[in-house]
């Protein structure tokens, strides 16, 4: 799962969106499910911690700018 | 030639006052033009008045605005005031032509019309949109897919206006505690400077790795916000690489930037709300999705459980449904197994017994043979013996009567030898018979142990293939059905290994 790179919400939306639809079919594998719902909580994780965390790159930007 | 009449400069000008006066004397003229220059001195307003044609001036004229008429138009249209009497604008004036010997002509402006300002305003913006359009910039930076997030803005605008601080406000002290990155990009908003600083910021911003660039304004009248009708200004925006986010403070009327922007809000503190809200309704619905894969994985878990429980039912029943036939089965297999066997067991007891008869009788008839053999060689013997006996007697006659003779004539023969030759007779006959009955007995013994009845019984037992006794290796080989019989049972077996022994 962790080799998926995340990089972006809308990727980590669109991945959430098919996960639901993949759930909502028939044919759910029991072995899948324990690894959609771990993607799902990685996936919120991610999105969150994105959210909520300065992105050090973004940020190195800025002191270059502020430096100017 | 007589000297031209010569008048001083005052004279004339005097003269020239005179005139005006006369004829224009409390007569006011709504007149249209533009403030070229503007200055205040003592709270009077000395202006530049110009009128120009296709960039062309036309007119030049000076107007004066005395302080007690600036502070009568001011009470009626309060901040406006500065604003529409300024450089650069196009106004409508009633004023009165005056000339004085100093100042030369001047018109004094008794009062300004504010529409006729605020329609040059919207001229001037009509002209800006439809500029705009035939370069097909309108849509342009709507077209730019704004990020699902907006995490990263660039801001344009004023460092130190409320606005700008109520922005970083609301985007630091958010009530998801979402951490937003913003860097301003100083512009003055108002002034002669404005456009042209607002146009570097953009242009400066949209360098960087920025989400959105938000350019802000607060609170303004028409008129201050008309640097975002500057056509020059919109171009940047509409060309802008990044999507921009226009919160100009303003209530009625949208600015022409506000129309080229990606998206436009009412005020800057809107903009930064704009975005915490997109990020904590992205988060509620990355929750609520999250929630819905647990919540369907639930269901999927239970709906398997129930399954497997209603397998496992099933599967109990059917088992059981198995097990019972075959038990049933099994029941009547050992049944027949048990039925089918004594029938066997009984056919064999016959046929034992039939045998036994038949050996029975056979032993009988053997017997009864040797027996009338037997009495047949006792006939004989006794034919024999009589024979013998009568000769013997023939002979002991003849002997005694020729005994009888000589004894007579020899009377002193011995009579003991007649007797023992007599008695020697009856021994020889006794043993005769005694060694016949004994080979009767020995025989009738043999003919016993010859009887298979009496092998079996001693525990020994017949084996046979189709009805004949095995007795060589040729006889039997693997696979064969092989009937053993013993003396009370008959055993139906399949040969699995064949050995010689010593």
Redesign the interface.
Known sequence: MSEKELKSYDAAMTELDEILSYMEGDHVAIDDLEKKVERAAELLKFCNDKLRNTELKVKKIIEDLEIK | MSEPKTYTLTQLCTSIKNLIERSLYEKYFWVTCEISGINEKNGHRFLELVDTHDNETTAKASGIIWRSTYQRISSQYKEETDKIIKKGNKVLVQVEVTFKEVHGLRLDIKNVDPSYTYGDIEKRRAETIKKLQDLGLIEKNKRIKL???I??LAIVGSPNTSGYKDVLDHLDNNP????F?H?LFSATVQGDNAVSEIISGIRMAQL??FDIIALIRGGGSKLDLDIFNNFSLCETIANCRLPVITGIGHESDVSVADLVSNINVKTPTAVADFVIVR?GD??A???K??K???I??QR??SF?KERILNNSGLFKALVTGIIGEHSNKIGLSKQSFFSKLSEILQFNDNLLKDNSNTCENLTLRLIQRQRNLLSVSLEKIKGIISFQTQSSSQRLRIKRNSLQSLSIRNYSLEPGKLLNQNERLRINISNTMKFENNRIKVDSKKLELLSPLNTLKRGYSITKKARKVIKEYADVKLGDTILTKTSKLLIESTVKKVDHYE
Not at chain 2, 176 to 179: A, D, E, K, S, V
Request: charged fraction near 35%; aromatic fraction near 14%; glycine fraction near 0%.
């Open positions: 990020p699902i997030i995490q990263k998801y505690r979402f951490r990155l860097q960087y790795d990020a992205f988060s619905r990355m929750e999705k999250t819905d894969v647990l369907r994985a999927k878990l398997s």
